[in-house]
């Protein structure tokens, strides 16, 4: 069936240094790419996503890039800040009678000040 | 504007009982989803809604029901709870059942006693 891969399930980092976030997925059918982050107590809150049709996209300090023929996507964030930490997930819709996201196993992001 | 609303927030049931989630979509969204997210992993798929017909359902089993009512506001059921049960449910609205960008509720963190 279905399935994405998120690696890795942890990461440290100093604050002002890059995170790399990567995720496969199984399902060559996918076309829309989330990417939500999730604190302590809260609903996940999509942070970007990205289209087949478009290999990257930035926003800010947040970039997500595409590799469809790979089937694997990643998010990078620039300039960490502690207000970063948090739960990430990926996620890859699939479509069939409905739209479903099929979501990755989380990373968990720390940023030390 | 209001985002996605859930109630309650929390509920303490035990094993063999019924429970109701509930959900309010943002105005103006007319597909509402709902997810699992068990301790440490990520969201899965139970039910999509659109127009108070189900369009899709995940893995779970016919404990779980779900309706959709002529606002767009949503019900979870799950009957006979299960030590297993135990999670968050995030509710997720959309305009229409599409890769056009799903927000999250905060979630209703159930646990089966």
């Known amino acids: 069936g279905e399935n994405v891969e998120q690696h890795p399930s942890t990461l440290s980092v100093q604050e002002g240094d890059s995170a790399v976030i990567k995720c496969t997925y199984s399902?060559?059918?996918?076309?829309?790419f989330p990417w939500y982050k999730q604190e302590l107590g809260k609903g996940p809150q999509l942070i970007i996503d990205?289209?087949?049709?478009?290999g990257e996209k930035k926003d800010q300090r947040i970039a997500v890039t595409l590799n469809k023929t790979a089937k694997h996507f990643s998010l990078h964030i620039t300039e960490t800040q502690p207000e970063d930490s948090a739960v990430y997930f990926c996620?890859?819709?699939?479509?069939?009678?409905?739209?479903?996201?099929?979501f990755g196993s989380g990373t968990r992001l720390l940023v030390r000040p | 504007d209001a985002g996605v609303t859930q109630s309650p927030t929390h509920l303490i049931k035990t094993r063999g009982q019924q429970v109701t989630l509930r959900c309010s979509p943002i105005?103006?969204?007319?597909?509402v989803s709902w997810y699992q997210q068990v301790l440490g992993q990520g969201p899965q798929f139970i039910f999509q809604?659109?127009?108070?017909?189900?369009?899709g359902r995940g893995n779970f089993p016919d404990r779980f029901s779900a309706r959709q009512f002529p606002n767009y506001s949503s019900e979870l059921n799950v009957n006979a709870l299960l030590l297993g049960d135990s999670a968050l449910y995030l509710c997720?609205?959309?305009?229409?059942?599409?890769?056009?960008?799903?927000?999250f509720g905060s979630g209703t963190r159930l646990t089966v006693v």
């Open positions: 997720a609205s959309s305009l229409v059942p599409s890769n056009y960008g799903y927000t």
């Open positions: 399902d060559s059918a996918s076309n829309y």
């Open positions: 990205i289209r087949s049709n478009v």
């Open positions: 996620a890859a819709e699939r479509v069939d009678s409905s739209y479903k996201l099929i």
């Open positions: 105005s103006g969204h007319k597909s």
């Open positions: 809604y659109y127009e108070k017909e189900e369009r």
